[in-house]
T-cell receptor
Framework: AQSVAQPEDQVNVAEGNPLTVKCTYSVSGNPYLFWYVQYPNRGLQFLLKYITGDNLVKGSYGFEAEFNKSQTSFHLKKPSALVSDSALYFCAVRDNNAGNMLTFGGGTRLMVKP | EADIYQTPRYLVIGTGKKITLECSQTMGHDKMYWYQQDPGMELHLIHYSYGVNSTEKGDLSSESTVSRIRTEHFPLTLESARPSHTSQYLC????????????FGSGTRLTVV
């Protein structure tokens, strides 16, 4: 069975500082990994995904994520946080040997303060 | 523009009422999903469908039911709403194969009073 863990319920960062939102996963096969963002009273929006290739994946709004196979991690990063980045962030994993079903982490609330 | 639509966006309804939350997508996706989202943010899969006339229960037991008579339409029905059904409901869709993820609707925030 596949699983995803987001160990931090909330991450606080000052505007202009780098941010990291952590995600670790477990799958039996090769993982497809995703990050989504959710703004208040909205659905989830796709940020980026890792399928294969370069371990550093670039996505929307200046976000990037680093795939680390040995640590089974896929942390979301941004060099300089904006107040408008404040939102909920969800990591998801799909075992590409187990159909198209995503498993989501519990979510991390990112608070960027001016 | 291809997208996924949920209506209504907000709904306040009395206990015991029957309600249907609508979800439609114009992307031709085979698979569709319903999630219930806690105030504490975690997503819980309550129903999914692989295609027309296919429906499955998700990880979280739910008193709701779904139908999939057309590819583009995946409504969720509560026969008798209760305050415990108060939540945000998110609909999503995806292709059957390939490397893509899910596309989500904007959600329906349901309050049962």
């Amino acid at each position: 069975a596949q699983s995803v863990a987001q160990p931090e319920d909330q991450v606080n960062v000052a505007e202009g500082n780098p941010l990291t939102v952590k995600c670790t996963y477990s799958v039996s096969g090769n993982p497809y990994l995703f990050w989504y963002v959710q703004y208040p009273n909205r659905g989830l929006q796709f940020l980026l995904k890792y399928i294969t290739g370069d371990n550093l994946v670039k996505g929307s709004y200046g976000f990037e994520a680093e795939f680390n196979k040995s640590q089974t991690s896929f942390h979301l990063k941004k060099p300089s946080a904006l107040v408008s980045d404040s939102a909920l962030y969800f990591c998801a994993v799909r075992d590409n040997n187990a159909g198209n079903m995503l498993t989501f982490g519990g979510g991390t609330r990112l608070m960027v303060k001016p | 523009e291809a997208d996924i639509y949920q209506t209504p966006r907000y709904l306040v309804i009395g206990t015991g009422k029957k309600i249907t939350l609508e979800c439609s997508q114009t992307m031709g996706h085979d698979k569709m999903y319903w999630y219930q989202q806690d105030p504490g943010m975690e997503l819980h899969l309550i129903h999914y469908s692989y295609g027309v006339n296919s429906t499955e229960k998700g990880d979280l037991s739910s008193e709701s039911t779904v139908s999939r008579i057309r590819t583009e339409h995946f409504p969720l029905t509560l026969e008798s709403a209760r305050p415990s059904h108060t939540s945000q409901y998110l609909c999503a869709s995806s292709v059957r194969q390939g490397s893509g993820g899910y596309t989500f609707g904007s959600g329906t925030r349901l309050t049962v009073v």
